[in-house]
């Protein structure tokens, strides 16, 4: 298998860990070389390579010393690479996870190695060790005997107790990005001399989210189940990820409200059998790439689709950069909702809708800044002439204001302001009328304006 094939012999051969392995190259050159090691790190990066790599340097029998670039073609460097060398053992800490296992430990590191020239205690998964089996490791793993070394790797740092931390050298080991798996990838394609295009490879490199070896699987896959040249179309096909032309779709759907493209693509990601959430993650890196192609036109070494630097051109003149911003916002609440929702379906056609009616939308900010203008204020009454004769306080029968049945003055003067005010239609701004011609609905006052407002305590 390729994982296998083209596993790392050489610290020049790890891929995307640039920093450790110059790091470790130059601790051994220098001669500062720690007692124990610990490679941290998501799966499929490169820790157990490296503590093979490190392993040979420190034993490789071309040198005098440890030697920052081993041979590869010494006993103790074949048999490290093979893991069977009786003085490098590789110990699963998953299966040796109890004390009995540490104890055995111990009581090795105290006889010399058999042959080469450092014993090497190599432990994979480190963090399935029990509490007392790392505590028996205390003592010995902070003054070992001149002859031992450890080295530990394990993906779940979190469960490492700290005193076995605080007596190790960390490393920490990144995703590798998806570029540079694909750089990798043409390289072992045009070594197997299979014909594959640029962006089938990157498709795979993304598959492999940051791990080279889930990449390294998936290419192996590919590379089985294709007669001829290996294109984008066949990927999808045998490894059940969208294309990214769906996502191209959905980007024009979405700059041109097209809502039936859209229910259109979700029907055919479910009647292919599409991971929806895989989707949403590529739609969301597309989308990236379209904000990048607004902002910055002239670095096209950004894009993670370079190959679509035309069509991301494109659409940029087509989004606002709030659009946009909100696009990413609601694909990320989608992503998360798809994780628990009983009809992945519905919530994506939702999610994608949401991003179709998202122009016609104006942002929040600018509505509120609307909203919170103050009103025009009005012309002040003139006050009435001398002239004017005063009005007589009595009021005729035909006006006077009929009282309800059974309310007396004293009732009526008890009345609150909601309950002697009927509500009002009053006209709104500008902005809450599109609404309402969007979504429906009126604005009602329920009280006469100028009318004193309600105290707080009722």
């Given at each position: 298998m390729l994982a296998l094939r083209y596993r790392p012999q050489v610290f020049s051969d790890l891929v995307g860990q640039d920093a450790i392995a110059r790091t470790l190259q130059n601790a051994i050159g220098k001669g500062r070389i720690w007692n124990a090691f610990l490679f941290a790190g998501p799966r499929g990066v490169g820790k157990t390579s490296t503590a093979r790599i490190l392993a040979k340097a420190l034993n490789c029998r071309a040198t005098d010393g440890p030697n920052p670039e081993p041979c590869g073609d010494c006993h103790s460097c074949r048999e490290i690479a093979g893991g069977y060398s009786r003085d490098v053992p590789e110990i699963d800490g998953a299966s040796h996870s109890g004390v009995a296992n540490a104890r055995e430990i111990i009581e090795t590191a105290h006889y010399a190695p058999a042959r080469d020239r450092f014993r090497i205690f190599l432990v994979d998964e480190v963090h399935m060790l029990s509490r007392e089996a790392f505590n028996a490791l205390l003592k010995t793993l902070e003054e070992p005997p001149p002859h031992v070394k450890f080295l530990f790797a394990t993906t779940e740092i979190h469960k490492i107790p700290d005193t076995i931390l605080s007596r190790c050298q960390e490393f920490e080991f990144r995703t590798v990005a998806p570029r540079v798996i694909a750089a990798r990838l043409r390289e072992i394609a045009d070594d197997q001399q299979v014909e594959v295009g640029d962006d089938a490879l990157h498709q795979v490199a993304r598959v492999g989210q940051g791990s080279l070896r889930d990449a390294l699987s998936a290419f192996d896959q590919v590379i089985g189940a294709v007669d001829g040249p290996i294109t984008a179309e066949a990927v999808s096909d045998i490894?059940?990820?969208?294309?990214?032309?769906?996502?191209?779709?959905?980007?024009?759907?979405?700059?041109?409200?097209?809502r039936g493209a859209v229910f259109e693509v979700v029907r055919e990601l479910v009647d292919g059998g599409r991971d929806?959430?895989?989707?949403?993650?590529?739609?969301?890196?597309?989308?990236?790439?379209?904000?990048?192609?607004?902002?910055?036109?002239?670095?096209?070494?950004?894009?993670?689709?370079?190959?679509?630097?035309?069509?991301?051109?494109?659409?940029a003149n087509t989004f606002s950069d709030e659009d946009l911003l909100r696009s990413l916002d609601v694909l990320t609440q989608a992503e998360q909702g798809l994780r628990w929702s009983p009809e992945p379906r519905f919530h994506l056609e939702m999610a994608?809708?949401?991003?179709?009616?998202?122009?016609?939308?104006?942002?929040?900010?600018?509505?509120?800044?609307?909203?919170?203008k103050p009103p025009t204020p009005a012309s002040p009454r003139k006050p009435p002439s001398r002239s004017t004769p005063r009005r007589s306080s009595s009021r005729s029968a035909g006006s006077r204001k009929r009282r309800a049945p059974g309310e007396t003055a004293r009732s009526r003067k008890r009345r609150t302001p909601s309950e002697a005010a009927p509500s009002l239609e009053v006209e709104p701004p500008p902005v809450v009328r599109e609404y309402q011609k969007a979504f429906g609905g009126s604005i009602v006052s329920t009280r006469r304006s100028g009318a004193p407002a309600e105290p707080a305590n009722g």
């Amino acid at each position: 298998m390729l994982a296998l094939r083209y596993r790392p012999q050489v610290f020049s051969d790890l891929v995307g860990q640039d920093a450790i392995a110059r790091t470790l190259q130059n601790a051994i050159g220098k001669g500062r070389i720690w007692n124990a090691f610990l490679f941290a790190g998501p799966r499929g990066v490169g820790k157990t390579s490296t503590a093979r790599i490190l392993a040979k340097a420190l034993n490789c029998r071309a040198t005098d010393g440890p030697n920052p670039e081993p041979c590869g073609d010494c006993h103790s460097c074949r048999e490290i690479a093979g893991g069977y060398s009786r003085d490098v053992p590789e110990i699963d800490g998953a299966s040796h996870s109890g004390v009995a296992n540490a104890r055995e430990i111990i009581e090795t590191a105290h006889y010399a190695p058999a042959r080469d020239r450092f014993r090497i205690f190599l432990v994979d998964e480190v963090h399935m060790l029990s509490r007392e089996a790392f505590n028996a490791l205390l003592k010995t793993l902070e003054e070992p005997p001149p002859h031992v070394k450890f080295l530990f790797a394990t993906t779940e740092i979190h469960k490492i107790p700290d005193t076995i931390l605080s007596r190790c050298q960390e490393f920490e080991f990144r995703t590798v990005a998806p570029r540079v798996i694909a750089a990798r990838l043409r390289e072992i394609a045009d070594d197997q001399q299979v014909e594959v295009g640029d962006d089938a490879l990157h498709q795979v490199a993304r598959v492999g989210q940051g791990s080279l070896r889930d990449a390294l699987s998936a290419f192996d896959q590919v590379i089985g189940a294709v007669d001829g040249p290996i294109t984008a179309e066949a990927v999808s096909d045998i490894l059940g990820v969208p294309d990214v032309a769906l996502c191209r779709r959905v980007a024009a759907a979405i700059g041109e409200a097209d809502r039936g493209a859209v229910f259109e693509v979700v029907r055919e990601l479910v009647d292919g059998g599409r991971d929806l959430r895989h989707f949403v993650l590529l739609l969301t890196h597309y989308l990236r790439d379209v904000i990048v192609a607004r902002a910055v036109p002239k670095k096209p070494e950004l894009l993670e689709w370079v190959g679509e630097r035309e069509h991301l051109a494109g659409l940029a003149n087509t989004f606002s950069d709030e659009d946009l911003l909100r696009s990413l916002d609601v694909l990320t609440q989608a992503e998360q909702g798809l994780r628990w929702s009983p009809e992945p379906r519905f919530h994506l056609e939702m999610a994608l809708l949401k991003l179709v009616e998202m122009p016609r939308l104006a942002a929040f900010e600018d509505l509120v800044a609307r909203l919170d203008k103050p009103p025009t204020p009005a012309s002040p009454r003139k006050p009435p002439s001398r002239s004017t004769p005063r009005r007589s306080s009595s009021r005729s029968a035909g006006s006077r204001k009929r009282r309800a049945p059974g309310e007396t003055a004293r009732s009526r003067k008890r009345r609150t302001p909601s309950e002697a005010a009927p509500s009002l239609e009053v006209e709104p701004p500008p902005v809450v009328r599109e609404y309402q011609k969007a979504f429906g609905g009126s604005i009602v006052s329920t009280r006469r304006s100028g009318a004193p407002a309600e105290p707080a305590n009722g």
